[in-house]
């Protein structure tokens, strides 16, 4: 047994390197990540259809500033938001704004009524059976997301915005 | 192995560093070597094996993990930690909707929030318990491959005779003068203790007798029991193993549960009570629930999966009535029924078309609340959906909004053409319950039309509603069956340990002078009557007592 007592210390430590680092590192990585968003990490990325049909995966986006916004017609700070956000992409989509406001799992005829009332261009995106909303950690609405062209979230806005609320992070959000 | 100590045994043995019994003759060879007092029998006196003149980094980092006081301490502040997480809730132990970084203020103040701030409300999942875990793990290995393989060496290639000096030190010893052939009576006395199960080795006057060698392996099997346990623990952070998490299932719907491949439906949940006679006095009257049980199908998803904008492809895979204690198992999946929710919802009427002046009905139509279709022909009227909401309410603007996005107090308004009306159409309010119906004024709302056209749902076969929703726990855990095998293999280890006992003998005669020692690693009172049951056959008759040679444990 003498010799190899050297390799078998060698082999054990480097196994409880390695399983021990892995354990701690997953619990690490666990405490750090959630799965849930957080300003400074990368929202879930998702593929939803617009109401024209269009396919959108948020990866697709990479390389510009956009806002992810959570509403419904049954929440009325989110119908308040709807024609602002619709001003402010008018204002700055020469300047490279992206707009993905995602409904909250609403149905179809619902969601077309809303947009044509309220006459908005931006990408209205449909999630179903709440699944978006719930790889986002959702607990209110609405819920913003601004995430920079980097793709890390710059800031998560829980609740309505005034305009110059939105005015203001756009403004920062077009800087990077 | 180079030393600066002289390790050589008179007997000509060389000891490893560390050595408190010489190997081969069982000399004591540590300071207090002249004593008198009982052996240290520990390990058999052999030297761990990273005790080392001079050490290197890595023999430092193993001799760290090599330490019992270490190990203690390990443990102990493990305990300690351990405890810490069960003064508040764990934030896992919560449902859904739950904000812990305000929970714990709201709840439990200032200490709660220090608690949440520490990381304490998540202890178990936190990197420096693992920590710790993975140190224990690591400490137990070490430990018990230190002095394992020395013990081992150490019990194979006994020396039948002992050095005076370590039989006369045992804690049980015997000695007397001894009349005839020493050979014959070692013999005779090992066939003695052969009745009672002992191994005999001889060299003619000296002798060794051994039993249950065994048991001093158990508490080696046990640490490998308790490291498999350990990293089966530690296996349940690898994707896919462990899983714990609730789905709502209303009557009929196949609902995805999330990070799996897997769809699961409630066909159909049904809840029983206890009739007032099965009920003791004080609970009559009250509803308590006899049986809860889900109808369910579990499927897996087979293409376009995860697609937002197709309907997935299902199999069916499993089917089977969860009950409590009766969870559906798949593939190490298994779904418990752990609540429900008899709140009625409507997923759908039946309504017909009336001409209220001929009486003449038209339909019915299926008109579902959700995703309804939009365009209805009812024979010479033709309805269109131009509006719905969920739960409807008039807004602060006077214009219609809904309050959510259930069905809870669904409306729907149609363009309504045909004889009689308007050619570009006549709007129509319905409002599917009779409860909103008379509470918005359905037909103040609709007004002229009112009186010519009436839609309404003609007895309750054309209404289609969820009766419950059944909630389920959805786990996964594929590390359970290692965590049992450990188990086993621990307890194994741990009834090896405590229900035998290593018992050895040894014994010489020089000049008739019988010189004998005995040592077990516990249970000195069955060692001693052991011994004095062997004399007794050979004619000396002693009290056990007597045989005690002092020390701790006799």
Redesign the interface.
Known sequence: ?GKY??P???V??LA?LI??G???G???F??KEDGIPKVGGTPPD????DLQ?N?HQLSDYKGKAVVINFW???C?PC?KEMPEFERQFAKWKDEGLEILAIN???????VN?FVRRFELNYPIL????K??E?SYGL?SYPTTFFVKPDGKIMEIKVGGMTEQDIDERVIELLKY | MLSLHNTKCECGHQNAVGTVLCESCGKPLMENAESDTPLEMRYDGVAR?SQKSNPSI??R??NFFSSVKIAVYLIVLTLVSATLGTIYPQEDSFLN?F?PSTYYKEQYGIPGQIYYKL?LS?TY???W???L???I??SL??CS?DRV?PLY?ALSKQQVRKHLRFINRQKTVYASQIDGSAEEWVQSFGNQLKRKRYRIYSDGTALLAEKNRFSRWGPYINHIGLILFL?AI?AR?IPGWQMDKYVTIPDGDI??I?DTNYYVKNEKFTVTYYSDDELPEELKGKARAKLYETKAVLYTCESQCG???AKPELREVERHNIAVNSPLQYKGLKLYQFDYDVTPKLKGVKPVLINKATGETYGPFDLPM???P?EYDLGVYHLK???????FAV?DDGEP?????EPNAPAFIFLITGPGLPEKGQPYMYFPMQKDKEKFGQDQLNASIADKLEIKVQGMENVDFSEASTYLNVRMDKALPYVWIGATISMIGLLMGSYWQHRRIWLRIDNGQLSLGAHTNKNWYGMRADVAAALRQQGITVDPKSLDNGGNNA
């Open positions: 047994m007592r050297r078998v210390q060698i054990i430590l409880v399983v021990g892995y354990a701690i997953t619990s690490l666990a405490a998702f593929t939803l259809v049909g396919t419904g017609t049954f009325p119908v909250l799992s609403e149905d179809t005829l619902t009524n449909r999630d179903v059976n699944k978006t719930r607990r | 094996r890595i023999d980092v193993w909707n904000e990381g998540h999942e936190s990197w318990f693992i920590t875990l993975v140190m793990g690591t290995v070490i491959l393989l060496r990293l530690l952070g609902v995805h999330d697609d937002t904008s959700k995703d309804a939009l959906l131009v509006a719905n909401y969920m739960e807004g909004v809904t309050l959510s996005r």
